[in-house]
């Protein structure tokens, strides 16, 4: 099925038409439930942006996490960086999946620092943001900062789930 699709996109692209982004990230989402799917999103991303689609933060947002899920989290990063130039305005997805990369890496200062960015630009952390800095300042020994954030996170009402209370 796609394969099919891709094909199609071709023929439209032949024939002059315009891709609806959204009918590309739908395309993209099921690449990367695909086998190989990662590499199959990076490289049709690619691929189409060449090609002119305009996408937008979801579609940026997948392309982020693979490449987190790859270990490219600087490249990840830069992604989230160059979005606003691009057009498109980064979200609490965009920092979340970065911060969870860097977290996974153990870059803690990085953390904080893309914390303070996102803070600034008037982004809320949500569940799976304070999970991330809960897991690296656990694991760096600051059980008790960890607790400080698990106590605003509950402030803020956000409610933890079973992965922060692990």
Known sequence: ILDNARKLFDKMLYYGLILSVDSCNLYL?????????????????????GLGVCWNTASYNMVIHCLCQLNKVKEAH?????????????????YSTVIDGYS????LKIVLKIIEAM??????????????IILILCKA????DAERILREMISQGVAPDNVVYA
Request: hydrophobic share 35%; proline share 3%.
């Open 119 to 132: 803070q600034v630009k008037g982004l809320k952390p949500n569940v799976f943001t304070f999970n991330s």
């Open 78 to 94: 830069g992604l989230l960086l160059q979005m606003e130039f691009r057009g498109c305005i980064p979200d609490v997805i965009s």
């Open 141 to 144: 020994g600051k059980v008790l």
């Open 29 to 49: 989402s099921h690449l990367s439930n695909s086998n190989h799917g990662i590499q199959k999103v990076l490289r049709t991303y690619g691929e189409l942006s």
């Open 104 to 107: 996974k890496a153990g870059e």
